[in-house]
């Protein structure tokens, strides 16, 4: 028993400590937290993609799928209009804010581009459609051993049910 404490113990020192939220961001809005701020630059209804800034680097995240950016895991819950829902979990210890914090490079002026998310966006779609398009699937159908193997347990099958209707 001691020894199960000590190991549960121990694995609580070990795995770094977590802090989750779920938020709701509208758009242009920011959320701090741990040294890492979060800020909804634009969102696509159409594809239930968002466009976000986490300490000066964007990224596109789609709807129900997780995505890590600078330390802080981010899985979208909803997409509406304005208005996103997201879990962040911001994996950092003693983290601490400086110029990256304000997200100065990803909104200028105090504006979002509109155009430059369209194109992120519709960039981001592209490269996963290609990645999908390139993927191989293997069928290797039906080989000539496989016909063999059947047309045989076929004829055995037939043997036995004439002898057994024969008796």
């Known amino acids: 028993m001691k020894s199960f404490l000590i190991i ?3 694995l609580i020192l070990v795995f770094p400590f977590v802090n989750a939220a779920r938020v709701n961001l509208n758009l242009n809005e920011s959320y701090s937290d741990d040294g890492r701020n979060i800020t909804l630059l634009g969102i696509d209804n159409k594809r239930d993609k968002v466009l976000i800034c986490v300490n000066n680097e964007r990224a596109i995240l789609s709807k129900e799928r ?3 950016v600078k330390d802080v ?3 979208v819950k909803k ?3 304005d208005e996103i829902r ?3 979990k911001v994996y950092c210890e003693e983290c601490e804010c400086d110029n990256t914090c304000l997200n100065t490079e990803c909104i200028k002026f105090g504006e979002v581009l509109q155009e430059e998310i369209e194109e992120e966006i ?3 779609i592209v490269e996963t459609n290609l990645e999908s398009n390139n993927e191989v699937i293997e069928n290797p159908g039906l080989s000539a051993s496989n016909i063999s193997l059947a047309l045989a347990i076929l004829i055995l099958f037939a043997v036995s049910l ?3 209707i024969k008796r």
């Open 162 to 164: 004439y002898y057994l």
């Open 86 to 88: 997201v879990v962040v």
């Open 8 to 10: 549960f113990v121990i």
């Open 66 to 68: 997780q995505k890590t």
């Open 122 to 124: 519709l960039e981001e």
């Open 79 to 81: 997409v509406a209009d």
């Open 73 to 75: 895991s981010l899985f």
